[in-house]
């Protein structure tokens, strides 16, 4: 398609017409509306998938995501269904030869991020997830501090996502078989992410965590509404450490509800041999000249995360563009996940082969 002049605008379809549907890609998608049409919305509740279709004058519904996929003569999809639905959407979507975005995790375990990663390999489409911290620009001005060479070499990090009291009281968040766990999977994942992104996503070589479920499984403040504490399945807090193998290691921390100061805390810090950062906001901190210096940054670029991932999917989709989150990027923090949480209930550390 390089160098071919593209008449028609690129068709996506929309899997789920929940929060971060209405919330982020139909928005994001109609911002781009000169390059890009919203051709179909599905949802398993046809009543949702019609009131979605109304609202932003989408002229295809489908209550099933195949349907849609078969029907609505779509290139691209976004996968907005919680977890367990994931990889289903995804390598049927590719295998009728859309692209897709995902919303993270990836998965709901490494076998079905690696049999994502396959089908998008084999469909020769782009597979990306939704993790638009990436796109933040205090993580891309990190990371032009770090290719650099401003930090060295960085063999120690931590990733947290802790919150005070901050356990969803919407969707499917709090439900284990749905989401496939709680803290860690939901919004520890986002800076486990960044990190590893930052840090060039090593191979993992072990991995040591720990999950808790103390005030997710009682009622209390709800500072995101009133969760459904009666059936809460999944940690309310859950800590880890994973080892590289290249040396490197990674302290993650994260909580949806714990008795600390802050409501919350997302943070990616990093650690290398000639200098360490704080992600957000941007802080450098080396030792130059005989001196330890800090740099600030009184000037950053100042663009949505959520615009810049979807100019980015759809630039992709057309041509002009590469993801900047890879298939095979998912299966390793899948690999992670997985294991934090296999070892947590296994009370040892879980050697990653
Ligand atoms: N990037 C972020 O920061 C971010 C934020 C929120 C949610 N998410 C992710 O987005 C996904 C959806 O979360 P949400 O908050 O929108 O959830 P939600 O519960 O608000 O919406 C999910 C929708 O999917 C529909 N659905 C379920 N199974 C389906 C199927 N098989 N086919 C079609 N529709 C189906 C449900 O009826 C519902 O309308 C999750 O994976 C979540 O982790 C990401």
């Not at 490494?110 to 796109?135: D, S």
């Not at 193998?245 to 714990?258: M, P, Q, V, Y």
Request: aromatic share 8%; charged share 25%; net charge negative.
């Amino acid at each position: 398609m390089i160098g071919v002049l593209r008449l028609t605008k690129l068709k996506v379809g929309i899997i789920g017409c929940g929060g971060i549907a209405q919330g982020v890609h139909i928005p994001n998608y109609l911002k781009l509306h000169k390059t890009v049409e919203i051709a179909a919305v599905c949802d398993v509740s046809m009543e949702r998938a019609k009131a979605c279709s109304e609202k932003y004058h989408i002229k295809k519904y489908f209550s099933d995501f195949k349907e849609m996929i078969d029907n609505a003569d779509i290139e691209a999809v976004s996968v907005c269904v919680p977890n367990k639905f994931h990889a289903e959407a995804t390598i049927y979507a590719l295998h009728a030869g859309c692209h897709v975005i995902c919303e993270k995790p990836p998965a709901i375990n490494v076998q079905e991020a690696k049999e994502m990663a396959n089908a998008a390999k084999t469909a020769g489409k782009i597979l990306t997830y939704g993790f638009h911290y990436r796109h933040s620009n205090e993580v891309q001005a990190i990371k032009r501090f770090i290719e650099n060479n401003e930090l060295g070499d960085i063999y120690a990090a931590k990733s947290v996502a802790v919150r005070r009291r901050g356990i969803p009281g919407w969707g499917v968040f709090t439900n284990k078989e749905l989401q496939g766990g709680g803290s860690i999977i939901d919004i520890g994942v986002h800076m486990l992410d960044t990190t590893l992104y930052l840090m060039g996503y090593p191979e993992p070589d072990m991995v040591l965590g720990k999950t808790y479920q103390k005030l997710g499984n009682r009622k209390g403040v709800g500072l995101m509404g009133e969760w459904d504490w009666e059936n809460f399945s999944v940690e309310d807090m859950g800590r880890g450490m994973i080892i590289f193998k290249n040396g490197a290691s990674i302290i993650l921390e994260t909580a949806f509800a714990a008795n600390v100061q802050k409501d919350e805390t997302m943070q990616v810090s990093l650690m290398g041999d000639k200098g360490g950062a704080d992600v957000f906001p941007v802080q450098i901190y080396q030792e130059k000249h005989g001196s330890l210096i800090d740099i600030h940054t009184p000037y950053l670029e100042d663009k949505d995360y959520y615009e810049l991932e979807f100019e980015r999917f759809v630039n992709g989709c057309l041509n002009k563009d590469t993801p900047i989150s890879k298939p095979e990027e998912g299966v390793i923090l899948q690999q992670i996940i997985d294991a934090l949480y296999e070892s947590s209930y296994t009370g040892e550390a879980v050697k990653i082969k």
